[in-house]
Structures are given as structure tokens and as C-alpha cells.
């Protein structure tokens, strides 16, 4: 079964700096990777995904993310945080279900705070 | 025009009760979804339909029960409500295996 780790519950930045929010996953098979954002009272919004090719993935919002696969490891960043990019990240893989979408086992998140 | 819409946003109930949460996606995908996320922010799948097919019923108890009339609505009744059902619960869809879920704004429902 594939799992999804994010080893930082809270990351504190300062706006300007820049960002590296980290994610390893455990899958049998060449995953799907996402990074969703989620705002306060708000859904999970896309940033970016991975499915193959390139293994540097641009996004929205400036943020793009790395896939390494001999890491199992799909680290989002961003060069220069705004003040509104602070929410909850989550990242996800993805597994197809036969001809019928994709069941995302999600990491438990990681929640930046922007110091302005 | 919002792709992936849920009602009701917030939803409080007593323990015992009965509820259902509506969700309608509007992107002509074929699969929907239902996600749960708990007090401590994590999401887990609950249900997933294809074309008004169930596909995954991850372990969900009983009183949790999808219903599918169209491709493009997944409801979801909860029957006898109980205290750890409160949570956030996401609808979703997708097209296609492999492929990103558009997710709904969620409903917080709080069991008192």
C-alpha cells in the first residue's frame, strides 16, 4: 500500500525567503505526485503534479517540485514566500483505479506560517 | 461557476441523527469522491463511484451511505450520527486514472 510522509507538522518562514516543504512517499509502481494547498476554511486547491517526464514540475503560484525518484521524494518549493501563501500543504500519491480515477493516500500536512 | 460545489458548508446535528451532504460537480468527470478530514487535519478516502458505480469503500461503516444518482452528483447520508463523525468531508472528482481531483469547499459537520 502506498503511504505519504511530510516530516514537518509547522514551518515558520520569513516573507521573501524561500521555501522547501518536504514529502516521501512509498509506492510499488512509477507514482502520481501532487501538492495541493489548502487555505483556513477552505478546499485543497492544486499547486502542481507530477506523472512523468521532467522531474521538475512548475505550478501555480510560483512554486514548482522536484521528483526524485532514488529518494522517493517530491520536495515543493518556492523562491520568495508572500504572506499569502501561508496555509496547510499537503502532498499526495496517487494510485489509478483500474479505468476509474485515482485514490490519493495523503501525507498529514504541513502548515506554514509567514512572518512578515 | 464552481466546479466541485457541497451543501451545506456547515452542518451541526445532535447525536442520533440523520443527515446528507450533496455534492455536484459541473467538469463532466466521470469519477467522484468522498474524503474525510479529521480534527488533526488528516484526509483519508471514504468512497470513491465511477459512471454511478461504486469502486473503493475504504472501510467505512455502515451508516455512511453514497448515493449516485448521475455522474455528476455523489451525496452522502450519515445515519445515526455519532460524536467522531465530526469532521471535515471533501467531495471530489476526476477524469481518467492517474489524473488530479478537483475538490469541493468542504463540509464541516460537528456532532454535539
Known amino acids: 500500500a502506498q503511504s505519504v510522509t511530510q516530516p514537518d507538522i509547522h514551518i515558520t518562514v520569513s516573507e521573501g525567503a524561500s521555501l522547501e516543504l518536504r514529502c516521501n512517499y512509498s509506492?510499488?509502481?512509477?507514482?502520481?505526485l501532487f501538492w495541493y494547498v489548502q487555505s483556513p476554511g477552505q478546499g485543497l486547491q492544486l499547486l502542481l503534479k507530477y506523472f512523468s517526464g521532467d522531474t521538475l514540475v512548475q505550478g501555480i503560484k510560483g512554486f514548482e517540485a522536484e521528483f526524485k525518484r532514488s529518494q522517493s521524494s517530491f520536495n515543493l518549493r518556492k523562491p520568495s514566500v508572500h504572506w499569502s501563501d501561508a496555509a496547510e500543504y499537503f502532498c499526495?500519491?496517487?494510485?489509478?483505479?483500474?479505468?476509474?480515477?485515482?485514490?490519493?493516500?495523503f501525507g498529514g500536512g504541513t502548515r506554514l506560517m509567514v512572518k512578515p | 461557476d464552481t466546479a466541485v460545489s457541497q451543501t451545506p458548508k456547515y452542518l451541526v446535528t445532535q447525536m442520533g441523527n440523520d443527515k446528507s451532504i450533496k455534492c455536484e460537480q459541473n467538469?463532466?468527470?466521470?469519477?467522484m469522491y468522498w474524503y474525510k478530514q479529521d480534527s488533526k487535519k488528516f484526509l483519508k478516502i471514504m468512497f470513491s463511484y465511477n459512471n454511478k458505480e461504486l469502486i473503493i469503500n475504504e472501510t467505512v461503516p455502515n451508516r455512511f451511505s453514497p448515493k449516485s444518482p448521475d455522474k455528476a452528483h455523489l451525496n452522502l447520508h450519515i445515519n445515526s450520527l455519532e460524536l467522531g463523525d465530526s469532521a471535515v468531508y471533501f467531495c471530489?472528482?476526476?477524469?481518467?486514472?492517474?489524473?488530479?481531483?478537483?475538490f469541493g469547499q468542504g463540509t464541516r459537520l460537528t456532532v454535539v
Open positions: 467538469l463532466g468527470h466521470d469519477t
Open positions: 471530489a472528482s476526476s477524469q481518467g486514472a492517474g489524473l488530479e481531483a478537483f
Open positions: 499526495a500519491v496517487g494510485a489509478p483505479l483500474s479505468n476509474a480515477g485515482n485514490m490519493l493516500t
Open positions: 509506492y510499488g509502481a512509477t507514482p502520481y
